[in-house]
């Protein structure tokens, strides 16, 4: 069931073939150095490009500026309480930020992070203390086609061989990321994170949640979790929630806010190490890097991404561009995820190796085709690592409509069919840290 009207209006244009065939040439054929202005269907990611609601703009105008005690905060703080469950937050200017903050606390050189995936940036903030990130993925986690309901899950079997590997001692930060972004944004159980829990309770390690996307993770748990078929949405994330020691947000996703972030715990210890941590990389502890009115629209975007009808337009939509997708004979990941569907680009441009970067092919030809813009997440986004050839079309909250869907579908649909002309690509430069290349390299059709 629809759940939003439009209230503002922003013009979106489609270029001409012509200007979009030369868009991709000066883009050195890598997506992310399109002007936006170029883009008509932008699918490049779900994080800061939603629309905010008219209570979010209403407290905009409100936002208390005060660099110290701002009332802003508080209506953040409770918030926080409210609908996650947590006394204490560390306000920064975006995930990222909280990442930094948090893992910056709790991890030293040599240590080894587990995380059912790491996401990138998260991987990037591990290796940056000098510790390892290691991927617990459950099984068929990159199988594209099996109906599992929880293919996001942490895989204990595997973190336990790493303890075995490496010594608890070594251990002591586990990870779960609700959904799982790494892994086709697929959700994770509560069953699974209270048997995390218990894990990292063995190996005396810190559990911390990645709570992104914690809105739509408990709107698969109550479709797809008997014990929590009749539970309301709120319920579930701070059940679920609730088994972590402290999370990591990113007030961009199911915050439905357009900057934002935050660290948030019920450990007194722990919350005090990040503060200060915090007032070093972020700002005062009642703005950590956001406005005042940034910090507001946060604290009413919480309140909103729980509300029944919004978790339900969300899944739900998704849902029906990964069907409108299948119809037309595109092949996806399925079950579809949370905040978007990944399409599978090597049964899309099966004449394509993955040295010619399908993915990556897909992505130009979408945009060349219709104006539409995905990322690529295989052989370019993750060298040397042995993952599916994977284009991630995220869907940012409440932005597009049926018929937007309905042309990326058609898109779609047309590239397969000429699929035969759709020539790969070769990495003409690329910076020196290959991997976060993808943001930045250049290429060439071959
Ligand atoms: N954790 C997860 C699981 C994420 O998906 C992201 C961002 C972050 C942390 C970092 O948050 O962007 O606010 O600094 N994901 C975006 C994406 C960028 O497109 O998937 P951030």
Known sequence: MVAYKTKVAERIHLPSRDRRERALAEAGYNVFNLDAEDVFVDLLTDSGTGAMSDAQWAAVMRGDESYAGSRSFDELESAVRDVMGFSRVVPTHQGRGAENVLYGTLLSEGDVALNNTHFDTTRAHVANQGADPVDCPVEGAHDLATDEPFKGNFSLERARSVVDEVGAERVPLVISTITNNSTAGQPVSVENTRRVRDFADEIDATFVIDACRFAENAGFVRRRED????????????EQLGYADAIVMSGKKDGLANAGGFVATDDEALFERCKQRAILYEGFPTYGGMSGRDVAALAVGLREAVEEAYVADRIDGV?????????????IYTPPGGHAVYLDAGAALPHLDSDEFPGQALVCELYREGGVRGVELGSFAFPDTDRPELVRLAVPRRTYHTEHFEHVAETAATVIEKRESVAGLEITSEPENRELRHFTADLEPV
């Open 319 to 331: 849902r029906a561009f990964a069907d409108l997708l299948e119809d037309a004979g595109v092949p």
């Open 227 to 238: 014990e929590f078929t009749d539970a309301d949405i709120d319920e579930i994330a701070r």
